[in-house]
């Protein structure tokens, strides 16, 4: 099945994420000496490990139809050398990273300010939201610059059809 551009574009933004997090996920793994905190970061490289495979294939037209929910079981051992300093976070880990959490504390700040009452301390919210998706852009820029990410494109024509199947839609 050929997919819609949302969902591939969110596909490639999460594995673009996934990547940075999973290294950063493995640097804390091989940091911590807490057994029973190595093991929930272990569980969740495994599972992220499992998200990218299942995203992969769900990009893939010739079997992304029969692909379930199933596929978040089959769950495959990841294996992480601690005295390799390939677990060290590269610069593009790092500014993908940032700009994940950048976006992640704007949601957070955002969600935050409209539930508040004072709102004085809604509007610094709303301003602390503003601050990180500045933050987040400029990770963009940087990433964007260096070619660090894949965004796919639809075609000319698709846009177009989108484009004249709202207009109709909403022309009265």
């Known amino acids: 099945m050929i997919l819609k551009a949302i969902d591939l574009s969110l596909m490639a933004e999460h594995l673009n994420i996934h990547k940075a997090v999973i290294e950063k996920l ?49 769950v495959k051992p990841v294996p992480i050398d601690c005295k390799s300093p390939v677990n060290q976070l590269t610069e593009q880990n790092i500014a993908i990273e940032g700009r994940h959490t950048a976006r992640s504390m704007a949601l957070d700040n955002f969600t935050s300010a409209l539930a508040m009452k004072a709102e004085n301390i809604k509007n610094i919210h709303v301003q602390m939201s503003l601050q ?30 989108a484009m004249k199947a709202f207009k109709k839609k909403y022309s009265k």
């Not at 495994?46 to 010739?62: A, E, G, S």
């Not at 990770?139 to 177009?160: A, C, L, M, N």
Request: aromatic residues 6%; proline residues 4%; hydrophobic residues 40%.
């Open 132 to 161: 990180q998706v500045r933050l987040q852009d400029k990770y963009s820029h940087i990433i964007k610059k260096k070619g660090w990410e894949h965004v796919p494109d639809v075609s000319r024509e698709e846009q177009i059809e």
């Open 26 to 74: 493995k640097l804390f793994f091989c940091t911590v000496d807490d057994p029973e905190l190595r093991q929930v970061l272990y569980e969740q490289i495994v599972i992220m490990d499992n998200h990218v495979r299942v995203m992969i294939n769900l990009m893939d037209p010739q079997i992304n139809e029969n692909i379930t929910v199933e596929a978040l079981t089959d």
